[in-house]
């Protein structure tokens, strides 16, 4: 089946929505990160649990990053399917954290696959609901315990 440029272009800005996701995280930009969910969105990430409403995925994604020094989230391997108004989507993640002087090492490092559902709003696609599955971790998992 033959798609159209709209289809594209659709897919290009969930992709970018994608990316903003990620660099919101590693840049701590909590605004930023705000544009990219509905204000009902849910969110499951791995063992933290089911996160209902905006407001409760920042407060975990800010327990859960705070931590570091810095992080680096790379996400490739974009799968997008676009029905009208909503879409689906996956992709690969690779996370790096870090945190200076940490007995153990310094670097935790995650790799994953995020499945959203997305919907079209006015301001834009935004994430109803985003699904975080952690395949592998390399590194110090004490990094994450404190």
């Known amino acids: ?19 903003k996701y990620c660099r919101a995280l590693d840049n701590r930009d909590w605004a930023s990160l705000a544009s990219c969910f509905t204000p009902n969105a849910v969110a499951i990430y791995a063992e933290l649990g089911i996160q209902q409403g905006y407001p409760a995925i920042e407060a975990t994604c800010r327990k859960a990053l705070e931590r570091f020094d810095s992080s680096q989230h790379l996400i490739a391997n974009y799968d997008i399917e676009i029905s009208g108004d909503t879409a689906t989507a996956s992709c690969y993640l690779h ?38 599955r952690i395949l592998w971790q390399e590194g110090n998992p004490e990094l994450i315990a404190d």
């Open 1 to 19: 089946m033959k798609k159209s440029m709209e289809y594209f272009m659709e897919r290009q800005e969930i992709c970018d929505l994608l990316n």
């Open 95 to 132: 996370a790096q954290h870090t945190k200076a002087g940490k007995k153990g090492g310094e670097n935790l490092t995650l790799g994953g696959t995020y499945y959203d559902d997305l919907v079209r709003t006015p301001q834009g696609w935004r994430i109803r609901q985003r699904n975080l």
